[in-house]
């Protein structure tokens, strides 16, 4: 599976962003695509994630209130929409894939700047 994200950038405090992540490849054995973000000086960590099963799609934010995590199985596309954003915020944020067998695929990274 290969990914790709698009969507960061420098924002004010309280402003919003929209990362994308197209997946490519093998994607009909996609188990979860969430998103983890790593600070600089700090480890990865996890955002948000949704779990397809055989007949739903289960989605779970690690910031209720402020992020929203969606998916669009069509598109093979994941979101995350981040309203509110503190500096805090400001890290790499990476989206991933995990396959039924447990493997991980991970995007390259797009740079989220929060400017208080």
């Known amino acids: 599976v290969q990914l790709a994200e698009s969507g960061g950038g420098l924002v004010q405090a309280g402003g919003s962003l929209r990362l994308s992540c197209a997946a490519s490849g093998s994607t009909f054995n996609i188990n979860a695509m969430g998103w983890y973000r790593q600070a600089p000086g700090k480890q990865r960590e996890l955002v948000a994630t949704?779990?397809?099963?055989?007949?739903?799609?289960n989605c779970a934010n690690s910031r209720k209130g402020r992020f929203t995590i969606s998916r669009d199985n069509a598109k093979n596309t994941m979101y995350l929409q981040m309203d509110s954003l503190k500096p805090e915020d400001t890290a790499v944020y990476y989206c991933?894939?995990?396959?039924?067998?447990?493997?991980?695929?991970w995007g390259q990274g797009t740079q989220v700047t929060v400017s208080s």
């Open positions: 991933y894939a995990e396959d039924e067998w447990g493997g991980y695929s």
């Open positions: 949704c779990t397809s099963g055989s007949t739903s799609t």
